[in-house]
């Protein structure tokens, strides 16, 4: 038992120089402390069986390291953790909460925080927010233009990406119009997940940022009048992208697994993901043919963080604290962006990453689904989130019968 | 006598009211009170009817309440038709044991495997087309709605290959209390042909034995989520769905409509019932009449005929889907237009190896726990009727399936709320009481039938040799119905393997079991993770079969007529 806190100890302390600032040191430090002999249940989607023994090694490591226990709870949607704390509130409970930290991101994190749901802010304390980019316009410190205000902490990337087999297609569409000339050409051969899902949702974000005029108008609130502006060209395409779907565009896969494995059964040739490295993952598993490729609409496409955040009554939020800083050393990260793990993009700027570090990140083998970030292009920004609950809605009212 | 039969079935009926009836009514009313705008933790503070006005404003809504009023009657009707004329077709040559053992498989497969399997055969890139691909000459996929079409004619097809199976056994149950071989002789004596005997004599005298579980049939069909999500239309879904949808909004304002929209499913399945009532009366006075009219000359054998085809085809076509999740389980390529896999692997069976352990020992305790009760619960309230010398009153059987008849979603959050209040949510003891609310109406659905069919007079023979009502239910009633409560067992495990959401609400999430896990999964879409936990669920529930068939064979074997290998 000591020894092996020794040794955390001596592991943090030399991995972490910001310790030596006397302060964060301390209350760190009883943070470490408390969180000794905590379980903490992260509650997080489940439907990713890599994404589930990551979590599960991310849990042998704390509990060796820091002797905090961690047990994911799987979701089928994160909505449900958000209902369950909510549920806990009005039953007044305030502490002992059964939800300790929760993948989350967008409007989850909006309702939160909007409804005081969550602990914190508690990123500046964790010693490895150091190898972040936290100034005020990175990625790391708006959440679908939300301030994060160090509400939640961020551990990987998203950014929307098309899949497709390179067997059945030379050339992928480029742009969203290329993609509906494509879809008119090949009809029956492309579809989308449904919009009440959030990749639905996205992939409708994504066209609506490709074919409006001016996507400054995304970054605010939406209001009825701008909505309609902005929104015009999107529905123009989509009255004609519709019919050319699969199956008429009647009905529409539940996600962008079910997508997947539209694309795999030969049902359509382009699917869409929001993690650039799970096509490659995907290959890997056998859930996807070796053929298959990632392609990116010119111009860039919408990009986010996972974040993890902390109810605010959490029954273990120290353990919550240290599962969080782990996610952040640069080689739990390193580990993380390993193909053969999970291949999910790793969070930290490279530029305040030491030297070793930096080299760890180079030596990560590559893969021919994997896209380098030269593909992928430029990051476009998450319109406000009230555009996207605005679309979907709007969608619903104009297809939904 | 009497005066401890009283006792009895009070300590009965409060076990029941406190245990399964007070919590459902808790969660409708916090469900109620959300469903009118009352809901102060989202700043709801009662807007009476706007809640509900937004509800049916929603984009879809008709469309999707239609769509579930009409799913729900059609695989109803259908399951019960066939399973009726498959009766009247195949009685004659199976008892209702070999039946029962017959039958288990299809009752042991988990709903929601039946439906990913299903899926699978039935998708243009399944099973069935792959077969056709190269006669047809298909290089692609067709563009077809085989599953998930606007209809949900597919849904209704996964709903008759789960629902007819549990509606034979139920109808062999109550075959068994009428005697079918004298009126057909004394029907055929007056010149009535085989098949017209069925409809005419024997089918009236058996509905009434079958009505309740053909409303639980009903119930099922409104109210599923998983098969809804699987095999149904999306844009809108069936009305649970798309209530269950609301509820996962991140707009937490949606719970109140979701709230609604729980009650409204609740009101739907009144309104079936209430047309199912109506239908009855119906049918009554004009099949009276057609009786009377003693038409002689009729048959209705080719039609009979033509229906237990068709259940001999949905058998077929749910063994596959079962089969199918089996090769899933054990594959790791298999692309369209393959027949099998290309690559065999274990490997989906080693990752789940890791997470299986806690999983499998929380279904295997709850199962047992959750059956146990509510076994306990059945012989108690049966002998108390034994000893009260009376028949169950209406309102008495009404309670008992309470559980079955509602929604799911209409009380389980609101249940929740009360087990948080408690201070019991996310234990296992809170999931194992969630569990036996659905699990209990099963076992008495099936417990019950038997219990009144025992021999009387082995009874009076017991009491007349001096035994007490305690001895006599401990050395004769149990024994000689110790194999249909190991099949009841059996079936309440099926039902406790089976169960998500309650597991899910009351265990916090924190308490996996193989359902949980698979359910979860599946929305990763990954068949053969899937298929190893569906395989895992139907190897659980078929072991309880296996056993309940088994054991009274072993313990009474020098008795043959209690061995349970059929007459």
Request: proline share 7%; glycine share 8%; with cysteine.
């Amino acid at each position: 038992m000591r020894i092996s806190l020794m040794s955390a100890l001596a592991a943090i302390v030399l991995s972490n120089p910001i310790l030596f600032n006397p302060v964060l040191a301390d209350s760190w430090q009883d943070t470490l402390e408390a969180a000794k002999g905590q379980t903490v249940y992260w509650n997080a989607w489940g439907g990713d069986p890599q994404t589930n023994a990551f979590i599960a090694w991310v849990g042998q490591q704390t509990f060796e390291r820091y002797g905090v226990a961690l047990r994911q709870v799987k979701l089928t949607d994160t909505a449900e953790a958000v209902t369950r704390v909510l549920s806990e509130k009005a039953a007044g409970q305030d502490d002992e909460g059964s939800v300790d930290l929760i993948w989350i991101n967008g409007p989850n994190f909006l309702t939160m925080k909007e409804q005081g749901l969550l602990f914190g802010p508690f990123v500046d304390g964790l010693p490895n927010a150091q190898y972040l980019d936290l100034s005020p316009a990175s990625p790391n410190s708006v959440d679908f233009t939300v301030p994060v205000a160090g509400m939640e902490s961020p551990w990987r990337l998203a950014k929307f990406v098309f899949n497709y087999d390179s067997a059945r297609i030379d050339t992928p569409p480029l742009s969203m119009t290329a993609l509906l000339e494509w879809a008119t050409i090949n009809p029956g051969r492309f579809t989308h997940p449904a919009p009440s899902n959030f990749m639905g949702a996205t992939f409708l974000k994504q066209a609506l940022i490709d074919l409006t005029l001016d996507t400054a108008v995304l970054q605010e609130p939406v209001t009825e009048d701008s909505f309609v502006a902005a929104t015009r060209p999107l529905w123009k395409w989509y009255d004609a992208l519709r019919p050319t779907l699969w199956r008429g565009g009647e009905t529409f896969p539940e996600n962008q697994s079910v997508q997947q494995q539209l694309l795999n059964d030969g049902e359509i040739d382009i699917a869409m993901s929001f993690d650039p490295a799970s096509t490659a993952v995907a290959i890997a598993q056998g859930l996807l043919p070796e053929t298959a490729r990632v392609f990116v609409p010119e111009g860039g496409t919408i990009g986010n963080v996972s974040f993890v955040a902390i109810p605010y009554n959490a029954a273990s939020r120290e353990g919550a604290q240290v599962v969080a800083n782990f996610l952040l050393a640069p080689d739990t990260q390193a580990h993380m962006q390993n193909i053969e793990v999970l291949g999910a993009f790793s969070v930290l700027a490279a530029a305040k990453l030491k030297a070793d570090a930096r080299a760890t990140f180079a030596t990560l083998q590559t893969a021919p689904g994997l896209p380098s970030l030269a593909d992928l292009g430029p990051t476009l920004l998450e319109p406000h989130a009230s555009w996207m609950t605005r679309l979907t809605q709007e969608w619903a009212r104009r297809y939904t019968r | 006598m009497k005066p401890t039969g009283t006792g009895l079935r009070s300590v009965v009926l409060a076990a029941l009211l406190l245990g399964i009836i007070s919590p459902i009514a808790a969660g409708l009313i916090q469900t109620g009170r959300a469903a009118f705008g009352l809901m102060p933790v989202v700043g709801a503070h009662g807007s009476g009817l706007e809640v509900w006005r937004s509800l049916c404003a929603l984009p879809g809504f008709w469309t999707s309440v239609r769509l579930t009023l009409w799913i729900g009657f059609a695989a109803t009707f259908l399951s019960l038709t066939l399973a009726t004329c498959f009766c009247a077709t195949a009685h004659a040559r199976m008892t209702g044991r070999s039946a029962a053992r017959w039958l288990a498989p299809l009752l042991a497969a988990p709903h929601t495997a039946v439906a990913i399997g299903l899926a699978f055969v039935l998708a243009p890139s399944g099973w069935i087309a792959r077969l056709l691909a190269p006669l047809v000459g298909w290089v692609r996929p067709p563009d077809l709605a085989l599953i998930n079409d606007p209809w949900g004619i597919a849904l209704i097809l996964g709903l008759m290959i789960k629902e007819i199976p549990f509606l034979l056994l139920v109808m062999l149950a109550a075959l068994s209390q009428i005697p079918v071989q004298q009126h057909m002789a004394a029907a055929r004596g007056l010149g009535y042909r085989r098949s017209v005997v069925w409809v005419k004599i024997i089918a009236p005298q058996v509905w009434p034995l079958i009505r309740l579980p053909v409303l639980v049939v009903l119930a099922y069909s409104l109210s599923t989520v998983e098969m809804g999500i699987i095999l149904g239309p999306s844009n809108p879904p069936v009305f649970s769905v798309f209530v269950m949808r609301l509820f996962m909004a991140p707009d937490l304002a949606m719970i109140l409509p979701a709230s609604a929209g729980a009650l409204m499913l609740a009101f739907l399945m009144g309104v079936a019932s209430a047309t199912l009532f109506v239908a009855e009366r119906l049918v009554r006075y004009t099949g009276l009449w057609w009786i009377r009219a003693g038409g002689r000359s009729s048959t209705v054998k080719p039609l009979l005929r033509i229906a237990s085809r068709c259940v001999v085809a949905l058998f077929v076509i749910g063994a596959l889907a079962m089969v199918s999740l089996v090769f899933w389980s054990l594959a790791w390529r298999w692309p369209w237009p393959s027949m099998l896999p290309e690559t065999w692997s274990f490997q989906p069976w080693r990752n789940a190896a890791g997470v299986l352990g806690s999983a499998l020992g929380n279904t295997l305790l709850i199962a047992g726990a959750s059956v146990f009760v509510s076994l306990a619960l059945a012989i108690l309230w049966l002998e108390g009727e034994d000893r009260k010398g009376r028949g169950r009153a209406g309102w008495g059987e009404v309670l008992i399936y309470l559980p079955l008849l509602l929604p799911q979603i209409a009380f389980l959050y609101g249940l929740n709320m009360l087990f948080l209040r408690l201070g019991i949510s996310g234990g296992i003891g809170a999931v194992i009481w969630a569990q036996v609310l659905f699990v209990f109406p099963y076992v008495m659905i099936v417990l019950s039938d038997p219990w009144r069919a025992l021999d009387p007079r082995l009874i009076r023979a017991a009491a007349s040799l001096g035994a007490g009502p305690l001895r006599q239910l401990l050395t004769v009633k149990i024994p000689l119905l110790l194999s249909p409560i190991l099949i009841a067992a059996a079936i309440g495990t099926a039902v406790s393997v089976a169960q998500y959401l309650p597991t899910l609400f009351m265990g916090a999430g924190r308490i996996s079991t193989l359902t949980t896990e698979a359910v979860t999964l599946s929305s990763g879409a990954d068949r053969r993770i899937t298929g190893v936990y569906a395989s895992l669920q139907a190897i659980l529930s078929f072991a309880a079969y296996a056993v309940a068939f088994m054991v009274p064979a072993f313990v009474f074997r020098n008795r043959a007529a209690l061995k349970g290998a059929g007459q």
